[in-house]
Each structure stands twice: as C-alpha cells, then as structure tokens.
C-alpha cells in the first residue's frame, strides 16, 4: 500500500518537473534529460556548480537497491532499511531511501538482470559493465553528464581525474556519462608462492616462465606438503582462466599471470605489433601458453581437479598446493583459514614470471572499477545518486563500520584514488623505517586517501619486527584479525607489484560493440570451452588453430573491425 | 511355503539382503556425511578433512540457527505457505478433477477442458512476463504472491481424477435417483471416500511449497520475505568467488560457512521426513488408485 | 425434464472448473503474451509489444547456432536415459523387495529409500561434488583396484552418466512406491493357486506379478513420454560446469543462461517456445498411442 502512494507520489513529480523538458526518450538527444529548466536560464550551457552537499527543502523520496549480507547482525532496532546511514542521509540531504528491491551477493545478478528486463528499476543502482550496457541500449539510463559536472564534489572530482580520464570514457556513449564510476587500483594478479618450500627445498624465487615451471615440479616431486602436493592451483568450476575485458575484477586462482608471462592475454583486446587492436585470445602467444599449461597438466603439475572443484581455494586452505595466481587482496580471501590450518604457512607474492627479453612483470590492467553507479531515466533528482557518493567520500571515515556495514551504504561505489594503495604503502613502509610518522601527512591526504589514517595507526599492532621482512612469522595476526586482512595483503600484494619492475596492459576496450550483444556470449563459450579442453589434455593444441577459425568466422572478424573502429574514435 | 526352504531360494534371499542393503545405504550416507559436515569444525570444513565422522565436533552451527532470526522467520514463512497454499491447492485440484472426472457422455465439454490445461501445463511466456504479471497483480512480497504463484499441479489433478473415475458408478447414480445433485454428490459421497487420494495429494502439495524455492526468490524483493528454501538456497549456492573487486568479495566472504549450511539443510529436511509416515497409511491406496485405472 | 436436470448438472460442473482455470487464465494465460518475444528483437525499455517485430529471425539464428543443436541431442539423451532408466530400476527395485518377507526390513528399506526424493538438488550437488571428487571415495576404491583418479565432473563422457544415474537413484525408491502398491495389489489367491501348481517364485513373478502390473507399467512409461524433453534443470543447474557444457548443457539451462544472463531474452524465449511445441506434440502422441493400443485414456 505504502508503496503504492510513493509511485504515485514518483510518477506525479516526474510530470510536475520533467514535462516539457522530456521531449522524446532518446538518450542520444544531446541536451540530456534535463529535469532542471533553471540552467538554460543562465544563457551559459556550461553548468554552474551547486552545492554538492545541498540539503532538500521537502523529504524527497529516492529509490534503490542494495546488495547485501543476509548474515548481517545490525545494533537493536536497525535494519537495512533504517541504519545509520540512512538516518545520516535523511538528517543531511533530507531524503528518505526506499528500497526497490534488496538481495544477497548470490542472487544479486538474478535480481538485478530481472529488474532490466522486466524495466522494473530503481532511482538509482549499482550494476556491472554488462548490465550497464544492456540499460543503455534499452533507453533507461538518465544522461548524468551534466549532474556530474554541477553536483561532484572536489574529492570526487579529484579521485575520477585520477584516472587519467578512463573512469569517464568507460561509463561515456557519445561524449555523454550514462553512469558514475571509480578509478581502481588496477585488479592486478601476482604469482602466490610458499615462501616455507622454497626455502624448505633450497630454492631460489623463480623469475621466469621456466623456473616457475622447475619450483612447481620440485614441490610435486619432493611431495613438499606430505599429503600429495598440488604444484600450481586452478580455476574452480565456473571459474575464470583468466580475466577479460568484460569480467575484469580480480581473477583469483584462474591463470593470469601465469599468461602474462607468455606476453599472452587471453579475454584482453590488445594492441598487435601493426599497432591494431586484436584480440588477444586468438594470438601465437596465447597457442604456446596454453601449449605450455597443457604441457604442465600432463605433467601433474597443475590441479587435476581444476575447472571442477567447486571452491578453487579448497587445496591451498588444506596446505597442499604451493603456487597459485590472485590478486593482492589475499590476505582478506583464502589466507586467513589457510594460516588457521597451519600458522607457518608462508605465502608471499611476486610480481613474476616476468617477460623474456624485456625482464618486466607484464600484467593485464584495468583503469576502472567494475561497478556502475547508474540512474532511471525516470528519475526525478538524479543529483542524489551524486549527492550521496559526496556525503559518502566526506564522511566515510567519521562512521563506525561496526553498527553497520559500509557497503549497505546506498548506491555506493568504492571510491578511491587511483594511486590509493601504492601511496599507502609507501606511507607504511616510512612509517615502519621511522622516517615519518601519522604527523607528516595532511589533512587533505587524509580526506583523499580514506583508510590511511586507520592503516597508519593500526600497522604496528600487527607487524612484529624485523620490519623489513614480511614472512608470516612477522606478523601478529590473532592481535587484530581485520587490519592483519588489510595491512598483509597491502604490504605483501602490493610490496610486490611496487617493488617489481612492471608494466600494465590495458585493454583497448572495456564494453560491448553492438555485434558482442548478439554474440559475445557464444564466443565466450566456445573459447572458454576449448582452452579448458586443451589445457586438461581432452584437445591436442591444434584445436586451437580450429578455434581460431571457427572464432573469426562466428562474428570475430566483425566485432574485430568494431573495436578498430572504436580504438580509430576514440585516437 | 516349500520353495522358500529350498537352497537356490535362501541364496537368493541373502543375495537380496545385501543389495537391498546397499541401497538403503547409498541413501543414508549423503544425509550422515550432511550431519557429519554440520557437527564439524569450520576450518576442517573448508580444508575438506570431514568424511564419514565429524571432526572438531561442536554443536556451534545448531546454536547459531537457534539465534538466527532469518532463519526462523523464513521458517515461519514457509509453515505459513504451506498450510494456506494446501488448503487452496486441495480445494482447486478436488473441484477440477470431479467434472473432468466425468466421461464425454456425462459431461461434453470435459475433452476441451482437459486439452486446455494440458495446454496451459507445457507453455508458458517465459519468466520475465510472467514476473510483469505478477508484479501487476500485487504478488510481489506478499503471502498470497507465494501461494496462488504455486498453481495447480496438473499431475495431481489426473491423479484425483482417475481416484474418482475407478468410483463405482453405481454409487453415484442411486445418489442421483435419491436427487442429489453434484455439489451434494462431491461433497458428502465421493469425498468422504476419497480419503486415500486427498491424503497422497496433500502430502506432495505440502512437499511441493515446502521445497519451493524459486518463485520465493523472484517474488520477494527482500529476504525479510524468503520462504525457507529459498533463504537456504542462496547461501548454500557455490558462488563464482573467483573473479571479483575487493569491495565485492568483502561481501560475501561471511556467506561461505558450510557447517553452519549443512546444519540448516538437515533443519529445513525435518519436517518433509517427519510428516511422510503420517501420511503414509493413506498414501499406497491413494497413488494406486488413482494412477492405475481397470 | 431430462435436459432440464442435465443443464443442471452441466452448469454445476462449470461452477467447480470456474476456480481452477481462473486460475489459469490470470496465472498462466495472461503471461503467455511473452511468447510474443520470441518473434521480436526484444528491448527491455520498450517493453514487449513496442520492441521491433522481426518474424522468424530469433529462429533462423537458432537453427544457425551449433549451440541449440547440441544442446537439444544433450537434452533428448539426458532425457530418454532417464526416462528408461526410471522406468526399469524401481520395478527392479520393487521386485525383489516384494520377495522380502520380512515385514519390519521391508517397510525400512523402502521408508529409507525414498528419502533422497526429498533432497534437493542443490544440497545433493554439494554432496555428489565431493564424493565424486579426485581425492573423494569413490576415487580411493578404484584405486584399491589400481586404477588411476577419474575426473567424473570433469569428463564430457561421465558427466551426462553422472547426471542420469544420480536422477535414478535419488528417484528410484519413490517411484517404486506405484509399482509395489501395484504388486500389493494383485490378487493373492493367483500366487496360492500357482504354488499348488507347483511354479516357482520366478515363475509367479514372470507370469502373475508382472502381467499383474502391466496396466502401471504401460500408463507410467506413456506418461513418461511427455518427459523426453524434461532432462531436469535443479539437477544440471546445480552440478555442471563450463567444461562439460558440450554434452552436459540442456535445453532449460540453455535458456535460463541466455535470457537471464545474456540478455539474449529475445533468443531464449525462441528455444523455450519451440520445447513446449514438441512437448505438446509429444503428448498428444502419446494420448492416442495409449487410447489405440491399449484402449486405455490417460487424462
């Protein structure tokens, strides 16, 4: 019944205020849906900026939805619906959040992808790359280009021109922002290794594809673990070989940077040697890596349980396997029950194998993160979904995440600078050498870099000397669990990617030409289904070449020249 | 009887046992190695060290359930849909299956009737009109959303339908020279004799809304409104950890508890393994009759 | 007077159908108008009927995907297997536990038996993942046998096997619920009469038991039929993986993929249309098969 009213309420103040304004639906119309006449006044198309922080007159109602954690214990008389942030909101900006819909991580995609297809959506949500571009072809997303310019606070400002411009050409069709998105810090995989066996069995840490391929032998053969060592870990069922260019989040236990050593990107559109974009599934690198890993497979090397377990970490947590590839962040994923299992498990990170000939860690990169803020074109006050990531940026650090989970805070993105970690830890590293201390940094650097002060002040409680050193035994982790999660991937994960001499590959693109919506996904399929063939010794490497062909003929060499054009655009 | 003495048939006998044996024990074994999983300790859980016997037994996940307000109130939710949505499915299943009951003779137009929902058994729009519908209608979050949503399984219909037709006929006729009419006749003959038939089709109607799951996770839009399979389904789903941001798997990390899964499956099996041998008296009569017409 | 009472009769017939299909007007017909999508190039911010109508094309591009076919022969195999299946291991199955005397053994094998029934496939899946697994139980019998760690889950080859075999099992105490109930249906005075003939246990099951329940035989396999294209979606669903999806990929889980996943609604519902239309056919097939043949009416 409430709800019934609140549409109703919607649906009225969407004809007081967007009449006449709306003329068609179109969201090429370069103007934008303009709900707001009082720009045009000003003669000076240019938006004046508003004040983003500027509080509503009268409740105005904003609906959303949230992905959340159904085991989430909240304080007396809270719920997702009236928390602290909510409250925060409402005191603030004045405005009342309702939620459309709510839906745990697992059933997000179902309920979201429900939603686009259904065109039963929110004010405003947070959604991936794909359902971002399924939203825009369907004409439902508001044109944002000109709330961003009047309402984005400078931190926001400051934090998506970090990225050298690529957060706003990732969310832009035509020049206009149809979505609001961060910069990331890259989603990076590294090399994982036992430290413990390395140094257990005299070894040096690999550099090349080779000596890694000799550590994962010497572990198999010498049995290292005791309880049948597993050399390299592989992807779970379902599971990624490796990132692309759509699902490009941190790709944990697929075999990215096994690849990039190769000079391989699989899933990446890179640039050929000619200086056109290709993709990189179908290159010579990629037939040798995959030749390579196959290779390996037969050797007993690799997971013979890859691509069917259903939980990839599973032989890492139970202290068999010794080499995997994942991102930084390890320390929050499988570390933490790995090390409850066996407290001298030593996992370090290296930004290795490296390339021959160039002697660099190579690995595929993103400049944006994953998740799109996106708003309904038939949304009243698009300024709110802004609105709120100002109020978010500005306050985060004043909320105690312990009443409240800050990812329930609505349509938020993880907003960061794009050099956040590699700034952080070089702050730790100083502040652990002594040469600086929480003291010497500003303010401002506390506003931008958000958990810097927390990490700057927590750092010791964890880290045991010698300081220099990160083995496991280095550290206190039972002293505080949490900023262990933290303070150990950033300085371990991180440490690596920092120290290394490293050079990123980005994708040429990042969306969907109009050929990939038709047949992208059966591509997928099929490549995803051959390279696990090959690797698990169902396919001679030649199936390959076949593939190739079968590719190219199925759509590849379109969508191919779509990307050419789309590079040639954007030149 | 002679036979049975005989070599060859103790032979037999034994040969039986133990195939008979092996099955009971192939069916057993996946619900032990449940009990086994959810009396065990987290981590050796997740390092897969559990079999046959739990390891680092503790009662931790039971308790937790016993805290768990989702839990509970999904259970409440799920009672509630299945006490109300067979009180509907029964009435629906029972009124459709007599007139079809009837031969073309009795009654012309039973042909057209049974094509119809033979018809509307196999199509369907798809689920993104029918969710539009739904939506249309007021379903979303509601209780009558989950029950009227479950609909009326046309198996059971035929299997009422045939219980009525193997009704000696003449019965019903001296009810008809007596003046009773159909509502007479349903109600207070054919009904009161029926008891095997209403019984079966109860007891897969409760079976049906209790492990109903999917409808529950399209038509809630909050899992304040899950039905229990459902509120177990979505954290018992293996998800795809493998390629996400930081900030996304921060989310889900609390979900992988797998002791504490395994102890709310075994919770949420109790009550179909528990309502069976009541039913069970009416059951054999029930599903022979009805899907077995002479 | 006579017609009098019959329009009476009729007109309370119609009252009693009035709820049911009701019901099936709002809840089933009513959504049915999305089977327009099929023949339209579906966008969502249009809605159904404002989205460009394209004839056949969804189904040209079926035809033309190797995909589909694959997986309509994935899911006619998966299919056939475990109607077959079904059909001849309960009767198995209920065979020898009708030869059982011993009344408490019997009632407890088939109390226990058909407890998997009531397992969903979700839960299963977990189970049958690490039993199945290569460090799993079934892996350390056969290597008691010497024989190398199989990848069950992994293989194109085991895994439809996989999933027809664990259907039957999780099925098979259930369905033998209609068999024995046959069985115990049988006049006993056939089987006394047989022994002072002198037949055997073998002999009176080949000639009184089975010929006794070749009315459920006949009926379940005829309404099996309208199964063929049903090769079970909880189950597949819950236990594939991109690796096996070359044999292992179904119809319902094709089409759950591409609408919900892909967005490719437009496509999907195409393929979901055309399993109703044999389905339908297959059963109507069946109706006149079993009313030609055995005289017999199945609804």
């Known amino acids: ?571 | 009887m002679i036979q049975g003495k005989s070599f060859s048939r103790r032979v037999f006998r034994a040969v039986n046992g133990v195939i008979l044996t092996a099955l009971v024990l192939s069916c057993l074994l996946p619900l032990w190695y449940t009990l086994c999983i959810s009396l065990s300790g987290k981590s050796a859980v997740a390092g897969g060290m559990v079999s046959l016997w739990p390891v680092d037994v503790t009662l931790s996940s039971y308790e937790a359930i016993i805290k768990d307000a989702g839990f509970i109130r999904s259970a409440g939710i799920s009672f509630c849909r299945v006490v109300l949505g067979t009180a509907f499915s029964l009435t629906v299943i029972v009124l459709m299956a007599y007139p079809l009951s009837k031969s073309k003779r009795e009654f012309p137009w039973r042909d057209a009737f049974m094509w119809i929902l033979i018809f509307c058994f196999l199509f369907n729009g798809g689920l993104v009109p029918w969710y539009i519908t739904m939506k249309n209608y007021g379903m979303i979050n509601t209780m009558q959303g989950l029950v009227l949503a479950g609909g009326v399984p046309v198996f059971n219909v035929i299997l009422v339908m045939n219980f009525f037709r193997n009704i000696p006929k003449s019965l019903e006729e001296a009810a008809i020279m007596d003046g009773a009419g159909p509502w007479m006749i349903l109600l207070r003959l054919i009904l009161p004799i029926s008891k095997p038939v209403v019984a079966t089709v109860s007891l897969f109607t409760i079976v049906n809304y209790w492990n109903e799951f999917f409808q529950g996770l399209v038509l809630a839009t909050t899992e304040r409104m899950y039905p229990l399979q459902t509120y177990i389904q979505q954290m018992v789903v293996t998800l795809n950890m493998t390629n996400m941001t930081l900030e996304q798997y921060q989310k889900v990390s609390k979900l992988s508890n797998q002791g504490l899964n395994a102890a709310k499956i075994f919770v949420a099996l109790l009550p179909v393994l528990a309502i069976y041998p009541f039913l069970q008296k009416y059951f054999i009569t029930g599903i022979t009759l009805g899907a077995v017409k002479e | 007077m006579r017609s009098m009472h019959k329009r009476k009769r009729y007109s309370a017939y119609f009252c009693m159908l009035l709820s049911g299909f009701l019901w099936l007007v709002f809840f089933n017909i009513v959504p049915m108008f999305g089977i327009y999508m099929a023949f339209t190039n579906f966008n969502p911010g249009l809605g159904i009927f404002r989205s460009p109508f394209v004839g056949l094309e969804n189904f040209e591009y079926m035809f033309v995907l190797g995909d589909v076919k694959q997986v309509f022969f994935n899911t006619l195999y998966i299919a056939v297997s475990k109607v077959l299946w079904n059909l001849i291991i309960p009767l198995l199955f209920a065979l020898l536990l009708n030869e059982v005397s011993h009344g408490f053994f019997k009632r407890l094998v088939q109390t226990i038996c058909y407890m998997p029934h009531f397992l969903s496939w979700v839960i299963l899946a977990g189970i049958l993942a690490s039993i199945f697994s290569y460090d799993g139980p079934i892996n350390a019998i056969r290597g008691l046998f010497g024989l190398e760690p199989f990848l069950f889950f992994g293989s194109t080859k085991a895994f439809p096997q996989l999933i027809i075999w664990s259907d039957v099992w999780k099925e098979f105490g259930y369905n033998a619920v209609i068999y024995l109930a046959a069985v115990t249906g049988i006049d006993q005075g056939l089987y006394e009469a047989a022994a002072i003939d002198g037949a055997g246990r073998w002999k009176q099951t080949w000639h009184i038991t089975l010929p006794g329940i070749r009315t459920t035989i006949v009926l379940l396999s005829v309404l099996a039929l309208g199964n063929v294209l049903n090769a079970g979606f909880d189950q597949v669903f819950n236990l594939y993986n991109p690796s096996v999806y070359s044999t292992g990929d179904i119809l319902d889980t094709w089409v759950y993929r591409a609408g919900l996943r892909n967005f490719q609604y437009s496509l999907a519902t195409a393929v979901g249309l055309l399993k109703s239309v044999v389905s339908f056919a297959l059963i109507t097939v069946s109706y006149w098969l079993a009313k030609k043949f055995a005289n017999y009416t199945i609804f």
């Open chain 1, 1 to 571: 019944m409430k709800r019934k009213v609140i549409s109703l309420a919607l649906a009225l103040s969407i004809v007081l205020t967007g009449c006449g304004a709306q003329k068609a639906p179109d969201n090429q119309d370069s103007s934008g849906p303009q709900a707001d006449a009082a720009v045009q006044e000003g003669g000076a198309a240019e938006a004046q900026r508003e004040d983003p922080f500027g509080r509503y007159e009268e409740p105005v109602t904003f609906t959303v939805a949230l992905s959340v954690d159904p085991n989430e214990v909240f304080p007396e008389g809270d719920s997702y619906t009236d928390n602290q942030y909510t409250r925060h909101i409402k005191e603030e900006l004045n405005v009342d959040i309702e939620y459309l819909f709510t839906a745990s991580s697992s059933d997000w995609d179902t309920k979201v992808n429900l939603a686009i297809t259904s065109n039963q959506i929110p004010d405003a949500m947070v959604v991936s790359s794909t359902q971002f571009n399924q939203m825009y072809k369907a004409g439902q997303l508001a044109d944002l280009t000109d709330f961003y310019e009047k309402y984005a606070s400078d931190a926001m400002r400051a934090m998506i021109d970090s990225s050298d411009g690529l957060a706003i050409e990732n969310v832009s069709y035509g020049g206009r922002m149809y979505a609001i998105t961060s910069p990331s810090d890259g989603d990076y995989e590294l090399t994982w290794i036992r430290k413990d066996w390395l140094d257990k069995l005299g070894l040096d840490v690999p550099q090349t594809v080779d000596e890694l391929e000799d550590v994962a032998k010497a572990f198999v053969e010498n049995d290292v673990s005791g309880k049948g060592t597993i050399g390299i870990v592989g992807p779970q069922s379902g599971g990624l070989l490796n990132a692309t260019f759509l699902s490009n989040g941190t790709n944990n236990y697929g075999f990215d940077s096994f690849f990039s050593g190769f000079g391989a990107y699989p899933g990446w559109w890179i640039l050929g040697d000619d200086g056109v974009p290709v993709y990189g599934s179908i290159t010579q690198q990629t037939r040798n890596a995959l030749e390579k890993l196959a290779e390996w497979y037969a050797q007993g090397l690799i997971d013979p349980e890859m691509g069917i377990r259903q939980d990839a970490s599973e032989p890492i947590i139970s202290g068999r396997a010794g080499i995997f590839s994942g991102g930084w962040w390890m320390g929050y994923a499988c570390l933490p029950d790995v090390i409850a299992n066996d407290p001298q498990a030593n996992f370090q990170a290296y930004a290795i194998p490296i390339v021959d000939g160039t002697g660099e860690y190579e690995p595929h990169a993103t400049g944006a993160s994953t998740s799109y803020l996106v708003v309904s074109k038939d949304c009243a006050h698009p300024e709110i979904a802004i609105k709120l990531n100002n109020l978010l940026i500005r306050d985060e650090s004043s909320f105690d995440t312990s009443k409240g989970n800050i990812g329930n805070f609505p349509c938020r993105i993880p907003f960061g600078m794009h050099d956040e970690s590699i700034f952080t830890v070089n702050a730790l590293r100083e502040v652990l050498a002594g040469t600086k201390t929480s003291d010497d940094f500003t303010e401002e650097q506390f506003s931008l870099y958000k958990l810097l002060k927390n990490d700057l002040a927590t750092i010791k409680t964890v880290k045991l000397e010698p300081y220099d050193s990160t083995d496991i035994d280095t550290w206190d982790v039972q002293a505080d669990p949490s900023s262990w999660a933290r303070n150990y991937s950033l300085m371990v994960g991180w440490g690596a990617l920092i120290d290394g001499a490293r050079s990123d590959v980005y994708s040429v693109i990042y969306s969907q030409t109009p050929t990939m919506e038709q047949r992208w996904a059966n591509l997928e399929k099929m490549e995803n289904e051959t390279f696990m063939k090959i690797i698990m010794n169902q396919e001679p490497i030649e199936a390959f070449d076949t593939f190739v062909e079968d590719w190219k003929a199925q759509g590849g060499d379109t969508i191919t020249q779509e990307v050419i054009e789309y590079y040639e655009s954007k030149k």
